[in-house]
């Protein structure tokens, strides 16, 4: 087995290869005016968000799933697919897809530049749609399974995430928040690690229905972080806010006439949202980075000889594929430390005096 393995990985190497030496000679002779290859731009595009979803490169063409667009502007709504915009070559209805500037990948006024409200269906978007009706289906199943086989041996899907389902409830919302509250809690935790968890290993996926990175999207991790917070703070009870404002056994020159101490805690507060946002964010787009790093090495090299680039493409695709197998375990920690820090502020904002 591990014979046809190397040899599997031999071949992507080679047509890699021989990909960058063929786009190589194609930019010489064909279209010396196009712009070489730069692995800034294609890193770049492949994490960011957009109103396609691109499938494939055939040559030249361009293989998308078109996505809806929905605009705003001056009091009239726009809808119409993004497959309109011919990946960024013609306008319509008065608006076009930026594909350079700052405004790259947004949706702008022809005439102004000027940029609309945009409430179109993105790639992440349509990821997290497809995530949603995937979790649900398999979480609606395993319910009524339970509801079947109650008292009997887990079976199938049930028996595949119940090991996951009671690590989460016991060795995260149990230890953390306790035996008297856990519960509350228990539902949100579950569907915050699930939800990580899934859509981290679909971002590892590199073609429809995976490949959005929309763990590594800010918005996302900072919506989720969001409702961390807004749960914390108002599930506090008077101890946690007294620790807060005046925190027990701090020296009182930590807190009068200076109040050092409780802008201290009181930063703490904002802080802990912040640190879970970027955590993920910066953990699952760095995985992605270093994979499509380590995969530009071989345009890069096979542009400069086609020897090279063969060469280069076996050992960045070894690292590549080590890289991916890294990232299925990173995407469950992940998961489990943004579930395990946001069960630990639960835990600390229902404490009851000792």
């Known amino acids: 087995m ?147 086989r109650s008292g009997k041996a887990p079976k199938g899907l049930q028996s595949l995430l119940e090991p996951l389902i009671l690590f989460i409830r016991d060795d995260v919302a149990k230890a953390s928040i306790g035996e008297k509250n856990y519960e509350k809690y228990l539902p949100y935790l579950l569907t915050l690690f699930f939800f990580i968890f899934f859509n981290n290993l679909f971002g590892l996926i590199p073609f429809f229905p995976g490949g959005a990175n929309l763990t ?57 949202p912040f640190v879970l946002m970027v955590r993920l964010f910066a953990n699952i787009t760095a995985g992605h980075i270093i994979i499509l790093g380590f995969m530009s090495l071989i345009f890069i090299f096979g542009n400069m000889h086609a020897g090279i680039g063969y060469s280069v493409s076996v050992v960045s695709v070894a690292f590549a594929v080590f890289m991916g197998l890294l990232e299925l375990l990173v995407a469950f920690i992940q998961a489990y430390v943004f579930t395990l820090l946001s069960a630990l502020y639960f835990g600390m904002a229902t404490e009851e005096h000792h």
């Open 2 to 148: 591990p014979r046809y393995i190397f040899a599997l990985l031999l071949l992507l190497a080679v047509s890699l290869g021989y990909g960058a030496e063929k786009e190589s000679h194609e930019a010489t002779h064909e279209a010396s005016h196009e712009e070489e290859f730069n692995p800034g731009t294609m890193i770049i595009d492949h994490v960011i968000d957009a109103h396609e979803w691109h499938v494939m490169t055939i040559g030249h063409t361009h293989v998308s799933i078109p996505l809806p667009v929905i605009l705003i502007h001056e009091g009239e709504v726009s809808v119409f697919m993004s497959s309109k915009f011919h990946h960024g070559h013609d306008t319509y209805k008065g608006f076009k897809l930026e594909t350079h500037g700052e405004n790259k990948g947004k949706i702008v006024v022809a005439e102004t530049g000027e940029v609309p409200l945009d409430l179109s269906i993105t790639k992440n978007v349509a990821a997290m749609f497809i995530s949603m009706i995937i979790l649900s289906f398999i979480f609606i199943s395993i319910g009524k399974r339970y509801k079947k």
């Open 216 to 272: 590594g999207n800010l918005a996302v991790t900072g919506v989720m972080a969001v409702f961390t917070f807004i749960i914390t703070t108002f599930s506090g009870n008077k101890n946690y806010w007294v620790h807060i404002f005046n925190t027990p056994g701090v020296p009182w020159w930590l807190k009068i006439p200076v109040p050092l101490m409780p802008v201290v805690e009181l930063m703490g507060v904002f802080t802990k």
